[in-house]
Every structure is written in structure tokens, then in C-alpha cells.
């Protein structure tokens, strides 16, 4: 008597774990089935700010040649700071310059059918400046290689504060989507119900540096020319539209 109530008892319970799957399928199905009975608009569209740059990054640097590598690294040290008092007399902060490459090659001349002929050691000493203030750009190129900078490697327009440009282009960009989604909507038959998703891509990035050619020192007078021109704030966005009748 004991043992069939034990396999009654037992029936029982596989009976209950087998049918709550099953529950628990017909009660989730509904809510999918509607999903699948949605019909939804994914789109993507963009917005772009053109603004004015007010700063400029410089990479520049001196390069040194002498028969030991201890005199070339010192000659090159010597101009260095030339380079870097010239930078605080043009109101060039400390923290807007950073060392950005050093390096020490010994330098060959080649003969044919001899060996490799030691000439020398080359030291390069390379640093980035950033300038906040756009009108003193050209005076600090023009002190710098006053002071011996031998290099000038590339110059790049940016905003010390991107926040309005990135917030004006996202504005754009999410009228732009919602003008797509309605005339999608119209052209089929719907009319936009809700939005489900929002997602942005893309920002503001500062452009690469563009390259100039190395200067010697100046004689002139006047001031290097140096125009800003525009930067292209660019903001991507993605959407899903829920549609309905």
C-alpha cells in the first residue's frame, strides 16, 4: 500500500514539472506573437554642424647631426629649449607642450662594394603644441623657427569645446530621422506609432594633422599666414519605428 502511494506521489510531480513548461510557453506566447505582428521602420540619418576651429595643434621639432651620439643629443638639447622659451614668450602654456617623439640613428654613407661607413649620429626631437587661442598661431610657428626648428611636421584645426556643435548636429540629425520615418509612413500606408530604439553614432573628431613643409628661419618680417577655414561636426543616429494603421 506504502509503495503505491509513493509512485502515485511520484506521478504526480513529474505531471506538474512537464505541464509548467507548457504554462509557461502558452502565457509568454501572446506577447511574442504580437511582437511578430508589429510592423516596424529601422532607419539611420545623420546631421552635421559646420563651424569656425578656435585651436590649432602643431607638431614640430629640431633635427640634430654631430660625430658622437653624446654631441648630437646635446646639440639637439640646446635647441630644444631654445624652442621651448620661445614657446612661453608666445603665450604657449607648459601644459600645451608635450615631447611627442626622440630619437637617436647613427647615420651611413654608402659606397659600392665597401662596407658601410659610419658618418655620424642624427638626434630628433619632436614636440606637440596645442594653441588655444588661434591668433597667436602664425607669431608661435614663426618663434619657434626663429629659435631653430628645423621641422614642422603638421598642423590640425580643432574646438577647445565641441559640446554646442555635437548638440546642434544631433538635432539635425533626429529631424532629419523623424522626416524619413513619416514619409516612409505615408508612402506605405502607415502612420509612425511610437518610437522603440534611439541610437547615436559618430562625433566630433578632431581632424589629422596636415602636413607642411619644413621651414628654415625666416627672414621676413610679416607673419606666417595660417587660415582655420571650417570643421564638419558629424552625428549619426539610428532609430526603429513602431507603425501603425
Known amino acids: 500500500m506504502k509503495t503505491f502511494v509513493r509512485a502515485g506521489a511520484l506521478s504526480l510531480l513529474l505531471a506538474t514539472t512537464v505541464a509548467a513548461p507548457v504554462a509557461l510557453a502558452q502565457a509568454a506566447s501572446p506577447a511574442a506573437d504580437s511582437m511578430f505582428r508589429a510592423t516596424t521602420l529601422n532607419l539611420s540619418a545623420y546631421g552635421e554642424t559646420r563651424i569656425a576651429p578656435d585651436m590649432a595643434t602643431i607638431n614640430l621639432g629640431v633635427n640634430t647631426e654631430a660625430p658622437t651620439a653624446s654631441a648630437a643629443m646635446a646639440a639637439n638639447a640646446t635647441q630644444m629649449n631654445k624652442i621651448f622659451a620661445a614657446l612661453r614668450r608666445a603665450g604657449i602654456a607648459d601644459k600645451d607642450i608635450q615631447t611627442s617623439g626622440l630619437n637617436l640613428n647613427a647615420q651611413y654613407d654608402y659606397v659600392e662594394n665597401n662596407p658601410p661607413k659610419l658618418r655620424g649620429y642624427q638626434a630628433s626631437n619632436t614636440v606637440t603644441v596645442t594653441v588655444h587661442d588661434l591668433t597667436r598661431l602664425g607669431s608661435a610657428v614663426d618663434a619657434t623657427v626663429s629659435a631653430g626648428a628645423n621641422q614642422v611636421n603638421g598642423i590640425s584645426f580643432g574646438l577647445n569645446d565641441p559640446t554646442a556643435a555635437e548638440n ?16 516612409y509612413a505615408r508612402a506605405t500606408g502607415y502612420r509612425v506609432g511610437r518610437l522603440v530604439t534611439l541610437s547615436e553614432g559618430g562625433g566630433y573628431t578632431p581632424p589629422s594633422p596636415m602636413p607642411v613643409m619644413a621651414m628654415a628661419r625666416f627672414d621676413k618680417a610679416e607673419s606666417t599666414p595660417v587660415a582655420g577655414g571650417e570643421l564638419k561636426v558629424r552625428v549619426d543616429v539610428t532609430a526603429l519605428y513602431e507603425l501603425t494603421r
Open 168 to 183: 546642434a548636429a544631433r538635432e539635425d540629425a533626429v529631424k532629419a530621422l523623424s522626416a524619413k520615418a513619416n514619409l
